[in-house]
């Protein structure tokens, strides 16, 4: 297997998908990993007001520049770095500007979204699902949203009820069957994430060695 190990991480909102991303990347060194959100993906609507982009379903498939995301794993494996949008989550606007990311040995795509389109699945040599319980990936977002969007209880409630649940429902529940590796309770499942670190190690040996070295 030529070019960077891409390793899927997907997952309910609130699964605990991040942490696990980032507990991979952390157990490897700095220069050998990068990770791609994504969220960071979302379409710039800048046609709508800032009212229409709050009501706008944000967990559909459609609402994410899926294709731009395959243009760069494709770029990336290829060895060339490219520019990923960033997105601001108060104002429903991607930002003017960008992150360059460089190739690395591996690169790490997380998204509640991530195995739903082909295209993606296609450019993913692991697939993880984190699977957790509704009832805590509910709590969970409740508190992000909270305080770190600066959204009220409200608007967490009405949007979780008319599109976070039935999208789970249609698109990322069924996803589960194109994962490779389930880990049960995201973050809190030391030993699935250190067995998924330690193949990570093994299929990227020599590159993580030499970047470890390197940096």
Same mark, same amino acid.
């Given at each position: 297997m030529k070019g960077p190990l891409i390793v899927g991480v997907a997952g309910g909102s609130g699964s605990g998908k991040t942490t696990v991303a980032r507990r991979i990347a952390e157990a490897l060194p700095p220069s050998a990993v990068t990770?791609?959100?994504h969220d960071a993906y979302y379409r710039d609507r800048s046609d709508l007001?800032?009212?229409e982009r709050c009501q706008l379903n944000v967990d559909h498939p459609d609402s994410l520049e899926t294709e731009l995301l395959v243009e760069h794993l494709?770029?990336?494996r290829a060895g060339s770095a490219v520019d990923v949008p960033l997105y601001d989550f108060?104002?429903? &606007? &991607?930002s003017r500007e960008s992150r360059r990311v460089q190739p690395t040995p591996v690169i790490i795509v997380e998204g509640i979204l991530v195995f739903v389109e082909a295209a993606v699945r296609e450019q993913l040599d692991i697939k993880i699902y984190v699977d957790t319980d509704a009832d805590i990936r509910a709590f969970r977002r409740i508190r992000r949203d909270i305080e770190h969007r600066g959204r009220t209880f409200e608007s967490v409630r009405e949007q979780y009820y008319r599109t976070v649940r039935p999208m789970h429902l249609q698109f990322v529940e069924p996803s589960k069957r194109w994962a490779d590796v389930i880990i049960p309770e995201g973050g809190d499942n030391k030993i699935g994430i250190d067995l998924v670190i330690a193949l990570v190690r093994q299929m990227r040996a020599a590159e993580i060695v030499d970047r470890g070295l390197a940096g």
């Open positions: 990770t791609l959100e007001s800032y009212e494709v770029a990336l108060k104002t429903h &606007r &991607r």
